[in-house]
């Protein structure tokens, strides 16, 4: 009976918005991946398109990300400088890529000017591109500033989104490969890292703050208004949402206490929900293209793995509740989104398809299908 009680930490304002907003996330990044790929078909430009990873990068992604947990571990006080810089940049540059769409779709319904007001790298550079590269930058200068969890929350969701849409998987058997991978990976950083280095190294790691070198400028600087800079930044690596969300009106939960998750555990798999959506939009398109007319409407996987992701999560942070731990997400994320995938296409015979993927289109046949 106290275990059900316990449970009822999942209805707190702050677990709800994370759950809701996880799964959304993971949803819009599986769509913009999705349009994005669409976008470099229709221009004929694959080769920017996305970074379709083979089995032998699928190996080295645990093995690699391994190495930048003990490195973050280690030596974290030492690069903390260098890593906000980067992830600043990286921030800006992805947060550019989230809303320019819609800044282009704004512009062609209201028939806007945008003039060219200078070139720059081969490229066309607009007078609306300009505003809102600024209005990205002026973001992060923001979140360097104040620290706040809601920029910090903005920024971590243009990463994932950036990070799906750019980063490709050819088929399900990469993808299994990767996951399985990357689910052993988080048991063990999460339950056995302890034995190996005396501590926990991925809560370590998710758990501490970097230097912000703003205030160490306006420090050095003597520059006023240093009080209102913040020392320590949570970087954009995670969503952050404070258990008081609702301002104190949920007792029992001080300020300082924050529910978390990381971008990997919505980017991985926001990747698989990238390839079934493409997946899907490939034999829709085929049956509209041989003018096929189906009885039923077809079975999307997309459905079936975002809800997985839900079910999964749910129950990642309920188990997280009960005891009393942190738990490695991918344990419950990895089966309950890449199982219905597997049992839906086998179903429906299509698991061979799905599992070697389809063989790529060429530029002309594209070019005609779009026409």
Excluded at 28 to 36: E, G, M, P, Q, V
Excluded at 63 to 75: E, G, R, T
Excluded at 280 to 308: F, M, N, P
Aim: with cysteine; charged share 15%; proline share 4%.
């Amino acid at each position: 009976m106290e275990s059900v009680w316990k449970l009822m930490y999942l209805l707190e304002p702050a677990s709800l918005t994370l759950i809701a907003t996880a799964v959304f996330v993971t949803y819009a990044s599986a769509s913009r991946a999705l349009d994005h790929g669409k976008e470099m078909e229709r221009n004929l430009d694959f080769s920017e398109a996305s970074i379709t990873l083979d089995r032998s990068q699928a190996l080295m992604i645990p093995i690699a990300s391994s190495c930048s947990l003990l490195l973050m571990f280690y030596l974290f006080s030492s690069v903390s400088h260098f890593v906000t810089a980067f992830t600043a940049v990286a921030s800006a540059s992805a947060l550019y890529f989230c809303f320019s769409p819609y800044v282009a779709y704004l512009k062609s319904q209201f028939n806007l000017m945008d003039p060219f007001v200078s070139r720059c790298c081969s490229k066309s550079f607009t007078r609306t591109q300009g505003i809102l590269l600024l209005f990205c930058i002026g973001t992060v200068v923001a979140w360097l500033v104040s620290g706040h969890w809601v920029l910090n929350n903005l920024l971590g969701i243009s990463i994932c989104i950036a990070f799906v849409s750019h980063v490709r998987l050819p088929n399900v058997k990469v993808c299994a490969l990767l996951l399985v991978c990357l689910f052993v990976y988080d048991i063990f950083w999460v339950f056995f890292s302890e034995r190996f280095f005396g501590a926990n190294v991925m809560v370590s790691v998710a758990t501490q703050k970097a230097s912000n070198p703003v205030h160490t400028v306006a420090n050095s600087l003597s520059l006023p208004g240093l009080q209102l800079i913040t020392k320590k930044l949570e970087l954009p690596v995670k969503l952050v949402f404070p258990r008081n969300l609702l301002g104190g009106i949920v007792p029992g939960n001080s300020a300082g206490e924050y529910m978390m998750l990381g971008l990997g555990d919505m980017a991985i798999p926001g990747m698989l929900l990238a390839l079934v959506f493409c997946f899907d939009h490939q034999k829709s398109r085929d049956i509209a293209i041989s003018s096929e007319k189906c009885s039923t409407k077809r079975q999307k996987y997309v459905w079936y793995a975002l809800s997985g992701y839900a079910v999964g999560l749910i129950t990642a942070l309920a188990a997280g509740i009960l005891y009393q731990s942190p738990q490695p997400a991918l344990l419950y994320l990895v089966p309950s989104t890449l199982g219905p995938v597997m049992f839906l296409s086998w179903l429906k015979n299509e698991l061979r398809e799905l599992w070697e993927g389809s063989s790529p289109i060429s530029n002309d046949k594209a070019r005609q299908m779009e026409v």
